[in-house]
């Protein structure tokens, strides 16, 4: 059965939509609150992070009286990325942790990302759970008087995620000598970043680092890479870093100019950690990893799966199959030897390790060609579209045009209103063709 409010991500949508407001965010506190209270407990505990959107500001407090109602002791963090809190909600032995984002998505889009005490995503079977009790009447998830909540703000949480960061490393580690720019797309990034790589010793050009509320992700971040391959080319830097609304995401720039993204970054891991004994298993990606990427990986003889788009079925399949790096084109990268989720920095950091001993980026990246790929995405009004016959008639006139040519991937997104197409191929003709005749249809 399909799930009424999460999508791939948790929970996303324009701000004051259906789901996306205070009313819901209640539910939504009140009914995760109660899922995860543990009676074996005495400090019932939620820790509640958040990216830089207007909309935190209205969403966090409805979310907060949800959690308290329910009788959790909720601590908020203010911004801070992702797996910052992911980290947080593990070292601070808490019953859940709940991100405040919309991840690379506009400032109008606000959304939740759920996790429990082991710091993991939520499964799609508990999230079924949590969605059972939101539907329930609120009264009867009510704590009484003398077992609510009490709520604190903790302001060292950008603090102790750098701490966890920096232990996983040597402390001889440092990036003294190395200009870095790094672009935190005014997100929830914009201190953790800067103030990670100047601990190291970096000389640091920040960009995206002055959020107000409204520009989140706005021509800047992982999303607009270009503007870390122009600094990178105007300040000489050896590396840049490209982070998204909630920094779970990275895309990088080597110091020739050159965008290096999320493929790029797992071949270049892959092969280093299997040089050193530290890659576990294989690697696993998504239906969205390039097809050079794949035979890149049986070159290195390094065994390669595919799971569904999103970090979350990503981590299931490492768990399932004891891999420990996986990710995606888009720049969620999860290195299973750190972290439980995809986290930018995190990944930024094993980069510059790498290269600690002056190895150039750009020879230790670009590990393969890549196959043309593109990808369309058709805002809809509704993506059942996508089970219309005329429309599954397209997709299955595309799949027989690219037979033992190339890929062709139609999906609905997980996180917005639009149905992706993807096709694949070394001939760029037929990949227009097939997008022709799939859009078409869809429109």
């Known amino acids: 059965m399909a799930k009424k409010y999460f999508g791939t991500d948790g929970i996303r949508g324009a701000i004051n939509s259906k789901n996306i407001n205070g009313d819901m965010f209640f539910k939504f506190g009140l009914a995760s609150g109660t899922y995860f209270k543990s009676q074996k407990k005495k400090k019932q505990i939620a820790i509640i992070a958040k990216d830089t959107r207007l909309s935190g500001y209205s969403l966090e407090p409805a979310l907060v009286s949800g959690l308290a109602s329910a009788g959790m002791n909720v601590y908020t963090l ?6 910052g809190l992911a980290m947080l909600t593990k070292s601070m032995k808490a019953n859940m942790g709940i991100m ?3 991840s690379h998505n506009p400032h109008y889009d ?7 005490p082991d710091g993991m995503k939520l499964s799609d079977k508990i999230e079924k759970k949590i969605e059972n009790l939101i539907d329930k009447k609120i009264i009867k998830n009510l704590s009484s008087p003398e077992k609510l909540g009490r709520v604190k703000r903790l302001e060292s949480g950008t603090k102790n995620y750098i701490k966890i960061l920096k232990k996983n490393f040597s402390k001889e580690f440092n990036l003294r000598g190395l200009r870095i720019v790094i672009d935190c797309a005014n997100g929830a990034g914009y201190k953790a970043g800067p103030e990670l790589l100047k601990s190291l010793g970096a000389k640091v ?5 002055k959020p107000n509320g409204l520009n989140i992700n706005k021509n800047c971040g992982s999303t607009f890479p270009n503007n870390i391959k122009n600094a990178v080319r105007k300040y000489k830097a050896h590396l840049g870093i490209s982070l998204d609304g909630d920094a779970d995401r990275i895309i990088l720039c080597d110091e020739l100019s050159n965008i290096i993204d999320g493929d790029q970054i797992i071949a270049a891991l ?3 950690w299997k040089k050193k004994k530290m890659l576990r298993g294989g690697v696993v990606g998504t239906l969205m990893s390039n097809y050079g990427l794949e035979n890149f990986f049986k070159t290195e003889k390094i065994k390669f799966i595919r799971a569904n788009v999103g970090d979350r079925y990503v981590k299931e399949k490492m768990q399932k199959k004891n891999f420990n790096l996986g990710g995606e084109q888009s720049g969620h990268i999860i290195l299973g030897k750190f972290a439980t989720t995809g986290d930018g920095l995190l990944v930024a950091l094993e980069v510059l390790f790498a290269l600690r001993k002056g ?3 750009s020879d230790f990246f670009n590990k393969f060609k890549k196959t043309p790929q593109v990808l ?4 809809v009004k509704d993506k059942s579209i996508i089970n219309n016959p005329e429309v599954k008639k397209s997709i299955k006139i595309s799949e027989r045009l690219m037979r033992n040519q190339g890929r062709v991937l139609v999906r609905k997104s997980g996180t917005e209103s639009k149905i992706r197409v993807m096709c ?4 760029k003709k037929l990949i227009d063709k097939c997008i022709k005749i799939i859009t078409k249809n869809i429109k």
């Open 376 to 379: 369309k995405n058709i805002e």
């Open 100 to 102: 405040i984002t919309a």
């Open 205 to 209: 050009i920040s960009i995206g680092i």
């Open 359 to 361: 190895r150039k980026a």
């Open 424 to 427: 694949e191929s070394e001939n």
């Open 270 to 272: 892959a092969s280093r």
């Open 78 to 83: 203010g911004p801070l990325p992702t797996n």
């Open 110 to 116: 606000n959304g939740l990302k759920l996790f429990g």
